[in-house]
């Protein structure tokens, strides 16, 4: 068993654990409150206001603070009041209330105990193909995602192999239980389900068959009857060989709709992923291209979709790789709603060994989409068994941070950041900034030695971790960067594969010439010669060996300021293993990328250093 409760994560302040007996928010606002407060000569009252719901506001008083807000309110502002005083950032003003409404943790936990893509350990609540928790832990974990205002946990992977398809029937009773263990924080649960589920009982999914949907109407309300405050069913349809309406010829508004007409009677949502595409193409088709897919089947659809239908669109056209332009979906479809999904597991992104923190990540796609052009976030988590809840000590950042952009969208990158450094660990000031400063800069360094100018797909297959820049080039999941002696990257301009076309006209025109394109894009939208001249001035060869010469260097360069951080035990010994480990990575990355481009260019690196024959 590891030893999470002295493992605090960000809430340190708050070590006392929470008793079994508080049943709602406002008890836990009430109890949080009186237990940091008690010897701060500080008095807290609430003022609860059931309409303001989730929303709260802090007022000062010659004693101390009111807080007001509903049942959930109460607890938000709590939290909102503990972290400034503790972070030293001034208390909201006026009424706060989040951007979004449904701020969904998408977990891929198996019922084995294992975790799809999880880097932080087994699972926190399944094993053995039954339910397995600590209720304290689980309780913790509650508190964790109240604090950031997470609201809804799916609670098993996307992928629903067997006995998760139990979780909306014979399972339920154990379902209910651990729901009840999360609600007192404000959050309630999600359960993926499989859309053939039905065949077992009437022989066919087919969504416009009435038997079908008179046994999801009946499983809808028993479930419900079990977990009324259930927030919805997630699907996974159609993709990466899961079932779906295309085997009955049916659309996937007609597949979606079917379930969200059986559960909308309870307030369900049926969130229905557009993570669609062939996984199974031919490498030598350079028609197909995987980006498009998406755009090219929802497109169609907009409009089509019931009102409590919520389509979860992943933040890129691909699949969550280092950099990807934003999917051209979040900004076609003008009448359906939708979810942005992130992945908080680290999958593409250094796996909760190498740092890579997503805050200026969210705020260039919010920035750049409108968050407005949603109605709600999802993000894949990146929690597990470990002690540290994820993996690495320093990975609970992104956690934390994805709860406050749910919140609000517009959150600064380098605020958010200090402050879970000034939470979780008590350093001296200058110590909290070099933290800071390391993780805010640590996409960059991550990108500069592994996927660059947007050359995404150069991982080791299946691990998705470590350099293997052919590892997915002549595989079927449509992920190529078809370099040869003459040129690199994928042309999806008009003159190529068309992909820019699903953009509207003025990102069009910035990413379909050479010339405006952002370097970090260039090579996902263009191919280029190895000879081709950079903005900057530099060849396009010569940009592949700087970035992976001075990614690596920054990455050595972390580790000494990592070095020089009075980190408590274990996250100090924890921390520094995984540094190591990120540094022979980044050495890996930096000397294959090289020696793998010099071989096909014949070009020398200007700067005479060090590249393997
Ligand atoms: C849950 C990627 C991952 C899969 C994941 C899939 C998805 O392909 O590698 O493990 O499956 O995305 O998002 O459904």
């Given at each position: ?15 006392r ?20 407060f ?8 609430f003022?609860?206001e059931e ?5 709260y ?27 400034a ?16 409404a449904l ?6 936990d198996n ?5 799809e ?23 913790q974990?509650?508190r ?19 006995p ?5 029937d ?10 009840s263990?999360?609600?007192?924080f ?10 053939s589920?039905?065949i ?8 416009l ?12 309300k028993?479930v ?25 010829h049916?659309?996937?508004?007609e597949?979606?709709n ?9 307030g ?32 169609p659809?907009d ?5 409590n239908?919520?389509l ?19 900004l ?15 999958e ?5 060994i190498?740092l890579?923190?997503?805050?200026p ?15 709600a ?12 809840w994820t ?31 000034k ?56 992920t190529?960067?078809?370099a ?12 190529g594969?068309?992909y820019v ?7 069009k ?20 010669p ?5 903005k ?34 274990p996250?100090r ?22 020696t793998?481009?010099?071989?096909f ?12 024959d």
């Amino acid at each position: 068993m590891s030893n999470w409760e002295n493992r605090p994560a960000w809430l340190r302040a708050l070590p006392r654990p929470v008793p079994a007996e508080l049943e709602t928010p406002a008890a836990v606002a009430a109890w949080e409150a009186g237990a940091y407060f008690e010897n701060r000569q500080i008095s807290v009252s609430f003022r609860r206001e059931e309409a303001m719901g989730e929303a709260y506001a802090i007022a000062q008083t010659p004693s101390g603070y009111e807080i007001g807000g509903g049942e959930a309110g109460l607890m938000y502002g709590a939290y909102a009041l503990i972290f400034a005083l503790e972070t030293g950032t001034p208390v909201p003003r006026g009424v706060q209330k989040p951007y979004y409404a449904l701020r969904m943790l998408d977990c891929w936990d198996n019922m084995s105990g294992e975790i799809e893509r999880g880097y932080a350990g087994r699972s926190l609540w399944f094993e053995g193909g039954k339910f397995s928790y600590e209720p304290a832990r689980i309780r913790q974990l509650g508190r964790m995602l109240g604090s950031v205002g997470v609201n809804v946990l799916c609670l098993n992977n996307v992928n629903v192999h067997q006995p998760a398809q139990h979780l909306i029937d014979s399972l339920l009773p154990e379902a209910a239980s651990f729901a009840s263990l999360l609600r007192p924080f404000g959050v309630r649960l999600m359960i993926s389900i499989d859309f053939s589920q039905p065949i077992g009982d009437v022989g066919t999914a087919d969504p416009l068959d009435e038997r079908v949907q008179a046994w999801w109407a009946e499983t809808a309300k028993k479930v419900w009857a079990a977990v009324p405050d259930l927030a919805g069913f997630l699907v996974k349809a159609d993709s990466e060989h899961r079932p779906g309406p295309n085997t009955y010829h049916r659309t996937h508004a007609e597949g979606a709709n079917m379930l969200a007409r059986a559960i909308r009677p309870y307030g369900g949502k049926l969130v229905w992923r557009a993570f669609v595409y062939n996984c199974m193409q031919d490498w030598r088709d350079t028609k197909t291209d995987r980006p498009r897919a998406a755009y090219d089947l929802y497109k169609p659809l907009d409009g089509a979709f019931d009102e409590n239908v919520i389509l979860q669109v992943k933040h890129g056209p691909f699949d969550f790789q280092v950099r990807e332009p934003l999917s051209p979906l979040l900004l076609g479809l003008e009448r359906t709603p939708m979810a942005i999904e992130f992945q908080l597991a680290q999958e593409y992104t250094g796996q909760q060994i190498d740092l890579y923190a997503m805050p200026p990540m969210w705020r260039e796609i919010f920035d750049q989409m409108g968050p407005e052009r949603v109605s709600a976030v999802a993000a894949v988590s990146n929690l597990g068994r470990d002690g540290c809840w994820t993996g690495h000590p320093f990975a609970a950042l992104n956690l934390f941070a994805y709860g406050l952009y749910a919140w609000n969208p517009q959150a600064d990158p380098e605020t958010v950041i200090r402050a879970w450094a000034k939470l979780t660990y008590a350093l001296p000031e200058n110590q909290t900034a070099a933290l800071t400063g390391m993780l805010l800069n640590s996409r960059s360094v991550y990108e500069k030695y592994t996927a660059n100018l947007g050359l995404c797909w150069m991982i080791t297959p299946n691990s998705h971790y470590g350099p293997n820049p052919y590892g997915y080039e002549f595989q079927a999941w449509g992920t190529y960067i078809r370099a040869d002696r003459n040129a690199v990257g994928i042309d999806r301009t008009e003159s190529g594969t068309g992909y820019v076309n699903q953009y509207p006209a003025e990102l069009k025109a910035l990413y379909a010439s050479p010339d405006t394109c952002p370097d970090g894009l260039l090579l996902f939208f263009h191919r280029l010669p190895y000879g081709w001249v950079m903005k900057d001035g530099r060849t396009l060869i010569q940009r592949l060996y700087d970035d992976h010469f001075e990614g690596c260097a920054r990455a050595e360069a972390m580790k000494k300021t990592l070095e020089s951080l009075d980190l408590p035990e274990p996250d100090r010994q924890e921390a520094r293993e995984r540094m190591e480990a990120q540094v022979r990575n980044a050495r890996e990355w930096r000397d294959i990328l090289n020696t793998f481009f010099r071989r096909f260019s014949g070009a020398d690196d200007a700067q005479g250093r060090k590249i393997y024959d």
